[in-house]
Every structure is written in C-alpha cells, then in structure tokens.
C-alpha cells in the first residue's frame, strides 16, 4: 500500500527566508506527486505536480518541486517566501495501476512572518 | 466547467438527525472521492468511486456513513445518526485517469 510522509507539521518563517517542506512515500512501482495548498477556509488547490520527465516541476506561486526516485522523496521549495504562502501544504501519491487511489500526507502548516 | 460543486457549503445539526451531503462532479471525471479533514486526524478519504462504482470505501469510519453514486453526475454522503464527533469539513474531489484531483469547496458540518 502507498503512503506518504511529510516530516514538518508546522513551519514558521519570516518573509523573504527559503523555503523546503519535506515528502516522502512509500511505493515500490511507478508513481504520480502531487503537493497542494490550502489557504484558511478554503479548499485543496494544485501547486505543481510529477507525471514522468524532468524532475525537476515547477508550479504556480514561485514553488517547485524535485522528484529523487532514489530516495522516494518530493520536497517543495520556494527560494522567498511572502506572507500570502500561509498557508497549509499537502504531498499527494497516486500509485500508477494502482487504482488512481490519491494518499494525502497529514500536511504542514505553514506561516509567514512580516 | 463550474468545478466540482458541492452543497451545502454549511450545515448545522443535531445529534441524531440525518446528513446528506451532495457533490457534483466535473463532467467526464471517472474518480469520484470523499474526505473528511479534521484537526486532529487531518485528511481522511473515506470512499472513492471509479465510474459510478464504490472501488474502496475501506475509509468509511463506521456503518452510519453510506456513499452513493447513482449516476456519473451526481453523488451522497450519507451519515445517520449525526454525532457530535462527525463534525468536520468533508471535501469531494474527482480526477480523470492519470490527472490531478479537483476539489470541491467542501462541507463544514457541525453536529450539536
């Protein structure tokens, strides 16, 4: 079964500081990640995601993402962060042949500092 | 498309009563999913449907929740009897084979 690990639960930084957030997931085959967003009150929303290519994906907002096969990992940076990026961030797995199952991470809270 | 759509966007009720929560997927999407995020549990998936068909409701915390997807436009959450600790903010999302999940703007349930 797949599953996914994100290390920080909750993230203080102060604005213009970098940003990484940690993912890892547990899945012996050929995977689809995903990080979302969540802004307080709102729904999840797409950041960026990996289908297959260039490890390296780059999402909307500055944020992007580096795939490490090796390692089974999928860490979100952001060089500067500002304080519209509190928010809350979720890492996503989907097994490929797998019964497009999509298993969250638990999230990590993230707040900017002025 | 206007998204996923769900309603009620709010519902308060008591405990007992019955809950029906409604989510209108995006017109040919074949992965319908529910979750539920809490405080303390996070984000749960309690069913996920693969054209119409409940594929794994594994999720689903007890038999007083029931899902229904009785057509590829329209599905139910069902939760009878309410409980307090059913409280939540209950999300549909649905996707296409190998996309991204879409996410409706959610359910925030109270149970008095």
């Known amino acids: 079964a797949q599953s996914v690990s994100q290390h920080n639960h909750h993230v203080i930084l102060s604005e213009a500081a970098s940003l990484e957030l940690g993912c890892n997931y547990s899945?012996?085959?050929?995977?689809?990640l995903f990080w979302y967003v969540q802004y307080p009150g709102q729904h999840l929303q797409l950041l960026l995601k990996?289908?297959?290519?260039?490890?390296l994906v780059k999402g909307i907002k500055g944020f992007e993402a580096e795939f490490i096969k090796s390692k089974f990992s999928f860490n979100l940076r952001k060089p500067s962060v500002q304080w519209s990026d509190t928010a809350e961030y979720f890492c996503?797995?989907?097994?490929?042949?797998?019964?497009?199952?999509?298993?969250f991470g638990t999230g990590t809270q993230l707040k900017v500092e002025l | 498309d206007a998204g996923v759509i769900q309603s009620p966007r709010h519902e308060v009720t008591e405990m007992g009563q019955e809950v029906t929560l409604r989510c209108k997927p995006i017109?040919?999407?074949?992965?319908l999913f529910w979750y539920r995020q809490t405080m303390m549990r996070g984000l749960e998936l309690l069913i996920y449907?693969?054209?119409?068909?409940?594929?794994?409701d594994s999720g689903m915390p007890e038999d007083r929740f029931s899902a229904k997807m009785p057509n590829a436009s329209f599905s139910t959450l069902k939760i009878q009897p309410s409980e307090p600790r059913d409280s939540a903010v209950y999300f549909c999302?649905?996707?296409?084979?190998?996309?991204?999940?879409?996410f409706g703007q959610g359910t925030r349930l109270t149970v008095v």
């Open positions: 996503a797995v989907n097994a490929r042949g797998g019964g497009n199952k999509l298993t």
């Open positions: 899945y012996g085959g050929t995977v689809n």
């Open positions: 990996y289908f297959s290519g260039d490890p």
């Open positions: 017109s040919g999407h074949d992965y």
């Open positions: 449907f693969n054209n119409n068909v409940p594929i794994d």
């Open positions: 999302a649905d996707r296409d084979r190998d996309t991204e999940a879409f």
